[in-house]
């Protein structure tokens, strides 16, 4: 009787799961490594390994292109868009700011930075006007940002020492995130931090978090706000992607101070997050290289729905999906609530 329950609570759980994702179709394979993409025109434009930018339709997944954006071997884990353009930049040095325009598909390099230390790990669009890159740091520590305002990229001269250590991770693109207000950035490794700056005066603060830190693999790897109030960020330590424990964080404060949130009580380490559009912040999904999770109550608890492997970036498309991205593919995620 007892092995007949168990079973018995197994399909019913098994159920439950089932209806949760309604479906999970792959509409992109290829030989690469994706980290970032941007919804356009009802098509998902990526960047990734081997040079490669490209979309793939949303409506007809056989409506594809793709493109090399250098005959330089790069590799891409940034990508963003204003209404004009897309913009790229490759990791490692040296560093070239691709601009692609919308129209004709065409790029450029419109910025170069030539530093042996140069890593780019998020590229974010803020408004039409102005964007902000955030690269690893030379000897000095200093905070390094790229800014794109009004059309040229420069260094964004601060005053922002980071700490031995303390750096940022390249793993799906989301370590920026912005409202008209504020500008947040994401740190981690030996130390796991929020600088946040004003939009308005172009002054920085930075907040401690008790996210865990401590080694090179650890600390904050995804944020995103619903305002100017509520953020959430998720990580942990990609060398043991197991553990979660204070692995996930949210703040009502715009930053200043962060709660931990289901620590041992989910999945392990994640890339990315999501605030589901029209939830009010209520409802959050997190993708990591073992699955994908979902909270319905402001990060407070979590329920793995997937345990689809590889993926490493997420976005909504609608309220009721939303496309994934990593290994060699790309596809959409329908949700039955």
């Given amino acids: 009787m007892k092995k007949i329950f168990s079973l018995l609570f197994a399909f019913v759980g098994m159920l439950i799961f089932s209806q949760q994702i309604e479906s999970f179709t792959t509409i992109f394979n290829d030989k690469i490594s994706i980290r970032a993409f941007q919804i356009w025109d009802q098509k998902i434009w990526y960047t990734g390994t081997g040079t490669k930018f490209g979309f793939v339709d949303l409506k007809d997944s056989k409506n594809q292109k793709q493109i090399l954006l250098s005959d330089k071997k790069l590799e891409f884990r940034t990508l963003a868009q204003n209404k004009s353009s897309f913009y790229a930049i490759n990791v490692l040095s040296p560093a070239y700011f691709f601009e692609i325009d919308k129209k004709d598909l065409k790029s450029k390099v419109v910025y170069q930075d030539t530093v042996k230390t140069a890593f780019y790990d998020a590229l974010h669009v803020v408004n039409d006007h102005l964007a902000y890159s955030f690269s690893d740091s030379d000897d000095t520590n200093s905070l390094k940002l790229a800014v794109l ?7 964004f001269k601060n005053e922002v020492v980071l700490n031995k250590g303390e750096a940022a991770f390249a793993a799906s693109n989301t370590n920026i995130a912005s409202t008209k207000k504020y500008v947040w950035i994401a740190t981690g490794g030996k130390a796991s931090r929020i600088l946040r700056l004003n939009s308005a005066t172009g002054k920085i603060e930075v907040f401690d978090t008790p996210f865990i830190q401590g080694e090179s693999s650890q600390g904050m790897y995804s944020i995103d706000f619903y305002n100017d109030q509520f953020g959430i960020a998720v990580g942990g330590d990609y060398t043991k992607q197991a553990d979660n424990i204070n692995n996930i964080a949210t703040t009502n404060d715009g930053g200043k101070t962060w709660q931990i949130q289901a620590s041992g009580a989910n999945a392990g380490y994640a890339t990315c997050v999501k605030i589901r559009p029209g939830s009010g912040g209520k409802e959050i999904l997190s993708v990591g290289d ?3 999770s979902y909270s319905a109550d ?3 608890t979590w329920k793995k729905i997937s345990d689809e492997k590889n993926l490493y970036v997420c976005e909504w498309i609608d309220c009721n999906s939303f496309a ?3 290994k ?3 596809a959409v995620v329908k949700l039955k609530f």
């Avoid at 305002?149 to 260094?155: A, E, L, R």
């Fill in 149 to 155: 305002k009004n059309g040229k990229w420069d260094s």
């Fill in 290 to 292: 073992q699955h994908i």
């Fill in 298 to 300: 402001f990060g407070k």
């Fill in 324 to 326: 994934v991205a990593g």
């Fill in 328 to 330: 060699d593919r790309i």
